[in-house]
């Protein structure tokens, strides 16, 4: 067999597939490096580190277009040279001047399909851990430069900060922070998907605390002396402190499957809360069953009473509460309608320190359940029509009248949300589906959490095609490009590999659209994972039928 042949191709392709993937590889990575560099997040030695973790998760990207430079280069010069001819003179075949080609087309094909699976993705996270690890000087500089930041769903301004002083230790936690961040003269605002704003709120203090688990960086946020105001019912009150735990701080790097490795993917798999879709769906189903249960408690309190039977609603602050009793109970979709009768009014008394101290008769009344920041638990909110409002204290008979009356908030006696959260996702479905099968909120908030552990599940196994359709696709490219490059012989290098190249794009193009459509919940997920091998089938029919073009002349 030739081996000075092989050895010659192979380190001609080898030599010049290297230097084209370092050079593709940083120039990539130094472009995605300038976002984080425009924000504040990299110094100059920052930087330098950041590209490095960033340069092996382009390999993927660069090695189909570095393959393809490669091969037409050689074998066109190879053919321009008249070498080809002479090797065909000598006996050698085209299959076996193409053997170096398959051997290295095969080492990068298992090399990528492993670096892709499990080194590629521990990259992507050291990446977005130096990133996390300056969520610091993010936070105090743009704050010192008085604009605003966004962590989650929450957007944060501040007139001074410090971030000199030591985190406290939590004797109670078995996570401590790893840095304290003491904000002067704050405004936190609550905004909604598109962004506009739901709440807000205005303190004197606040602190955030900094902590890393699992890979993951998290926030919590403990505000003093905070005026809150609900721009939804325009509800206003005043609270020493407001406590938000845990704003998870987002990461492109850490928030899809494309950046998991294949153990991360597995586990993923069997705890699919972990993903952040998942467990935001998961909290709104809690939330849901929540204030569907905080209703039917309701409901089954006041309901065969005529009036008698009451509720007991704890109001804001300590010792404040409202006993709520009405004759008729009907359900509504969304909540509760309380009416009177012709001898019993809606009737409800407001109870300061176990005394009444206003009483409230009404005609009828809508009551709701919500659950909205600050209170972790649904709130019930009450709006009376037809309302006389007496002061109790004074033993008046007669009082103010109102057209529509709605009162401060209230909320169920004992906790409906914590018993929830420690329910396994597919008991809590389950739950959802068998008690609360009336509900209309229950049942969109489990088709919501079932389209996106379904979304979930698909991208994980699409993830998997892609990066095996990826690793094929270097061998196919590579020997692709050098069949054409014989086919072609006289043409200008540069009109052979513009030719190399553009099957390379179309298979990153098509196989990335196929990963794209295998995540849609609404088309079978074989046509995608079809769609995705599509470029290499028709890249491999190409290659072949070249071939035999070529070997038959």
């Not at 407001?242 to 928030?255: G, L, T, Y």
């Not at 206003?358 to 009551?367: H, K, L, N, W």
Request: charged share 15%.
């Amino acid at each position: 067999m030739p081996w000075t042949l092989y050895r010659y191709i192979f380190k001609e392709v080898f030599k010049l597939l290297a230097v084209t993937t370092t050079v593709l590889v940083l120039v990539i990575s130094f472009a995605a490096a300038i976002k984080p560099l425009n924000e504040g997040l990299l110094g100059p030695a920052a930087l330098l580190k950041y590209v490095f973790y960033l340069a092996p998760t382009m390999l993927g990207f660069t090695l189909p277009f570095a393959g393809a430079f490669a091969g037409a280069l050689v074998f066109g010069r190879m053919a321009n040279d008249r070498e080809l001819v002479a090797c065909r003179a000598g006996g050698i075949g085209y299959g076996s001047i193409l053997l170096p080609v398959v051997f290295l087309g095969l080492v990068l094909m298992l090399g990528l399909f492993f670096l892709s699976n499990w080194v590629v993705p521990g990259f992507y996270q050291r990446a977005a851990a130096m990133l996390e690890t300056d969520l610091t000087r993010l936070l105090v500089g743009r704050i010192e430069q008085q604009q605003p930041v966004t962590l989650g769903g929450m957007v944060l301004y501040a007139d001074a900060v410090d971030d000199t002083q030591a985190p406290p230790v939590l004797p109670d936690s078995a996570v401590q922070p790893s840095k304290l961040i003491r904000l002067q003269g704050v405004v936190a605002g609550q905004l909604d998907e598109a962004g506009r704003l739901l709440n807000d709120a205005t303190a004197r203090h606040a602190d955030l605390l900094l902590f890393h688990v699992d890979g993951d960086a998290w926030v919590t946020m403990s505000l003093q002396q905070v005026t809150y105001h609900d721009a939804a019912r325009g509800d206003l009150f005043w609270v020493e402190q407001w406590s938000v735990p845990q704003i998870r701080v987002p990461s492109p790097f850490r928030d899809s499957p494309r950046f998991m490795s294949w153990p991360q993917l597995r586990r993923l798999g069997r705890r699919p809360e972990r993903f952040d879709l998942v467990r935001i769906t998961r909290r709104e189903l809690v939330n849901a069953i929540a204030e569907e249960q905080v209703l039917q408690l309701i409901e089954a309190g006041l309901a065969g009473g005529r009036g008698r039977s009451s509720v007991t609603l704890p109001g804001v602050g300590p010792g404040r509460s409202y006993q709520v009793s009405a004759p008729v109970v009907r359900r509504l979709e969304d909540g509760l309608e309380l009416l009177a009768d012709a001898a019993v009014p809606v009737r409800v008394d407001y109870i300061e320190g176990g005394l009444v101290v206003r009483r409230i008769e009404a005609a009828g009344a809508v009551v709701q359940a919500q659950t909205m920041d600050p209170q972790p638990e649904p709130q019930v909110l009450i709006e009376l029509s037809a309302a006389r409002m007496i002061d109790a204290r004074v033993g008046a008979r007669r009082g103010a009248e109102h057209a529509t009356l709605a009162l401060p908030r209230a909320r169920w006696p004992k906790p409906v949300v914590t018993p929830l959260t420690s329910v396994p996702i597919n008991d809590l479905i389950g739950l959802a589906k068998g008690q609360y099968a009336d509900s209309a909120a229950v049942q969109h908030g489990v088709y919501v959490l079932r389209y996106h552990i379904n979304r979930l599940f698909r991208g994980v196994v699409a993830q998997l095609h892609e990066r095996a359709a990826q690793a094929v696709a270097c061998l196919l490219v590579l020997l692709f490009s050098a069949v054409l490059s014989m086919r072609m012989t006289g043409s200008i290098p540069l009109v052979t590999y513009f030719w190399s190249f553009l099957p390379a794009v179309i298979v990153v193009v098509i196989t990335h659209s196929g990963e794209n459509i295998a995540t849609d919940p609404s088309v079978p997920s074989w046509i995608g994972q079809s769609v995705m091998w599509l470029g290499d089938l028709l890249l491999a029919a190409t290659t072949g039928v070249m071939y035999w073009v070529l070997a038959r002349n």
